[in-house]
């Protein structure tokens, strides 16, 4: 055991891409782009979504090991062989299984309108539909932009509700319900937050639960008096979205819903999180993504998946919030760290110009590291031994609890300047 210990570094994973229909195409990707730097493929002529970093049966990464042979392990079967590496509190909080998944998102058509359950609701999804719902954890979660970046996230504040309702006479149709009615007319009196939560659920859930045809009739109508009123006026974002939504999604649902929530621009370095059942849909742009180990997803709009949408009304807060947008903390003067409220993760972003170094101190926890951008060297230290090995762009480790890691950047310029850029995702430093 003791020459185990003495031997722990940093291996080399190979990671699984997803090719789901709204990633951008090829070249274009930038998940296209790293997963063929890491895996040495051709890049074809088809989307490129997302790049899984993690332990998740629907994308599991794989150890690549130093013997003579080059042979390749499930990380998560290596895991269960060697728990030291996880560290003591990771393994009695959650056995041998990684927290955390870590992800790049490509994103060039809109994502679904969607939620995840909390633990609870995972558990009865689960157990019920487990062809659907693949797992019982939780799913909080983290985006962070690498580019330019589009969402919808949570619920619009009741100003702005209030004036969906006075401003999108297509949604009219839908509200025609004596109940629905009701309670918009109580909208109109003066404000109460329960009574604008309750008006605010009834009328979601009627337009997300409309027939077809009905939903259709109001897209048109809608789609009609925007493509007239922009001969005249400026749109506004969210009309602009409507009217880019109709083309990506005919006659979807998702369309209507976008006045419901909130229009959230990242810029490069912005982040923004997200609990259990909480609405968003992403919308355009590229992003590290960060989240507890599930893949569970209720959708009711904008896809050709499968829709719970009984299940995702009934689940969400209807919190009219925005959500909070995080700018990092500065760790170190090249590292800053994005921390959300959740325990499973957080994450680094590391950038050290041409020449420099910074250390990433041990930690009783894994993590792993993405080589994003440039080119330079990692010395692993554990106990008294050291080590070095060289990173270059595309490359990704899983790092053992208790190393501390060297990084210097490389004097050579590379296609973006001179810095070496690294993403760590590790388990929320609050509870190591």
Same mark, same amino acid.
């Given at each position: 055991m003791l020459e185990k210990l003495e031997k722990r570094g940093a291996v080399k994973l190979q990671c699984v891409v997803q090719?789901?229909?709204w990633g951008h195409v090829g070249k274009q990707s930038e998940v296209g782009r790293l997963y063929s730097l890491q895996s040495k493929a051709e890049i074809e002529d088809r989307p490129y979504a997302e790049l899984w970093m993690g332990t998740h049966e629907s994308g599991p990464s794989l150890v690549v090991l130093e013997d003579a042979e080059n042979s390749i392990i499930l990380l998560k079967d290596w895991l269960s062989e060697n728990p030291e590496v996880l560290g003591d509190k990771v393994v009695k909080?959650?056995?041998t299984e990684l927290p955390f998944l870590f992800k790049v998102l490509s994103v060039a058509k809109a994502l679904s309108i969607q939620a995840h359950p909390d633990k609870k609701l995972a558990k009865q999804l689960h157990q019920f539909q487990p062809d659907i719902y693949k797992d019982a954890n939780h799913k909080p979660e983290m985006a962070l932009a690498l580019t330019d970046f589009d969402a919808l996230c949570g619920f619009v504040g009741p100003q702005?509700?209030?004036? %969906?309702?006075?401003t999108v006479p297509e949604l009219h149709s839908i509200f025609e319900g004596p109940e629905v009615m009701a309670l918009v007319n109580q909208f109109h009196s003066p404000f109460d937050k329960e009574v604008s939560k309750a008006t605010l659920k009834a009328a979601f859930t009627a337009v997300m639960t409309a027939g077809q045809d009905v939903v259709a009739n109001s897209i048109f109508k809608l789609v009609s008096r925007l493509k007239n009123e922009?001969? %005249?006026r400026d749109l506004t974002q969210k009309e602009q979205l409507v009217l880019c939504l109709a083309k990506q999604y005919p006659d979807d649902v998702g369309v209507l819903s976008v006045f419901f929530f909130n229009y959230i621009h990242l810029a490069p370095g912005e982040a923004l999180y997200l609990d259990a059942n909480e609405p968003h849909a992403y919308l355009s742009g590229e992003c590290i993504e960060c989240m507890a180990a599930s893949d569970n997803v209720v959708r009711a709009g904008l896809t050709p998946k499968y829709r719970d949408t009984k299940?995702?009304?009934?689940m969400l807060t209807y919190k009219q919030d925005p959500p909070e947008i995080l700018y990092g903390v500065h760790i170190d003067p090249y590292t800053r760290r994005y921390s959300p409220p959740f325990e499973e993760f957080e994450v680094d972003c590391c950038i050290i110009p041409s020449g420099h170094s910074a250390i990433i101190p041990a930690v009783p926890g894994p993590s792993i590291l993405l080589v994003f951008e440039g080119a330079g060297v990692m010395s692993q230290v554990y106990r008294n031994v050291k080590s070095a090995i060289g990173l270059q762009r595309g490359e990704i480790f899983f790092v053992?609890?208790?190393i501390q890691l060297d990084l210097e950047a490389s004097m050579e310029i590379n296609t973006t300047g001179?810095?070496?850029c690294i993403y760590r995702a590790g388990v929320s430093s609050s509870v190591l």
């Open positions: 090719n789901y229909a909080r959650w056995g702005e509700f209030k004036q %969906v309702i006075e922009q001969k %005249v299940t995702l009304c009934a053992p609890a208790g001179n810095s070496l």
